[in-house]
């Protein structure tokens, strides 16, 4: 069992005709995804890295039985891209595109969420279960199966965490990486329960960055309702009050958001909070001895 994404998970690639389509299609598949279509209107009947492409996504479900789907559309259609999917029965969307307008990306996750389907992003690398599948554009080298689970709000400490849990020997459940953007379509709240239901997740680390109240809520869940150990990092302490950093939801505003509150708020609900990323993997490799010798 994993988190979201198995070895039956069968993707169609929006706008999988582009360069970064084409380049992570490659990518997804070397990992072991079944990425079974691909759709760019008009190009129906050409096939990309041996996938065939379909002018809708809708003939790509009912001609290939695909699942999820992995968006590489341009921010002004993405909206559009993410409504077809959905009305296609796909019930898994990563959302990679940047940029996309904030009321867009309002009237996407309330439509998804209406119908059933889940969205990961925007703005995001996507979702990994290595050994399985890869939806996304997560580096296939950082990765080795193991049984810690990731969630993060940073693509490259993503990369840079993930890689470090490999490097001392373990490896990962799942990795999902949330974005970064003010309106996300998964939320740390909304993956903790997934893993805290997964047996074979036995510990998580989340890493969170300053800017809304996503890790002051997911301090929380896991202070009421998670059993498993976490290792938390949280990106941006030295960044001023109202200083608007790289990702559109890093944004400290009335006292909120700061580095200071979600780390506080983190060791009370009994998670160990690195200070730097190099720590993460080091806590984690010290947790995982001590569950090993229970």
Do not use: W
Request: hydrophobic share 40%; net charge positive; proline share 6%.
């Amino acid at each position: 069992m994993t988190v979201l994404v198995d070895g039956e998970t069968r993707v169609v690639v929006q706008g999988i005709t582009g360069h970064q389509g084409t380049v992570h299609t490659r990518a997804m598949r070397e990992f072991g995804t079944q990425v079974v279509a691909g759709v760019t209107p008009g190009k129906a009947g050409s096939a990309v890295e041996g996938v065939p492409v379909f002018d809708t996504v809708r003939e790509a479900v009912a001609k290939t039985g695909a699942n999820a789907s992995c968006l590489f559309v341009p921010a002004p259609f993405a909206k559009d891209a993410l409504i077809e999917a959905v009305d296609a029965g796909i019930r898994l969307s990563v959302l990679v595109t940047e940029h996309i307008p904030f009321h867009d990306m309002l009237v996407m996750y309330h439509y998804a969420r209406a119908r059933g389907t889940r969205i990961i992003g925007p703005n995001c690398p996507g979702i990994a279960a290595p050994g399985r599948s890869k939806v996304g554009i997560i580096p296939n080298v950082v990765f080795r199966p193991g049984r810690v689970g990731v969630i993060s709000r940073s693509g490259t400490l993503t990369y840079e965490i993930v890689n470090g849990i490999k490097e001392h020997g373990l490896g990962q459940s799942t990795c999902i990486g949330l974005g970064g953007d003010p309106v996300v379509g998964t939320s740390f709240v909304d993956a903790l329960p997934l893993f805290e239901r997964d047996p074979e997740t036995d510990l998580m680390v989340l890493v969170g960055e300053i800017g809304g109240t996503a890790e002051e809520d997911a301090a929380e869940l896991i202070r009421t309702s998670f059993s498993k150990p976490v290792v938390a990092y949280i990106a941006g302490r030295s960044a001023p009050p109202g200083k608007r950093m790289g990702h559109a939801g890093a944004i400290i505003s009335r006292g909120r958001g700061t580095a200071a509150s979600k780390v506080a708020a983190l060791e009370r609900a009994g998670a160990r909070v690195a200070r730097f990323p190099y720590e993460v993997p080091e806590i984690v490799a010290e947790l995982a001895r001590t569950q090993a010798r229970r």
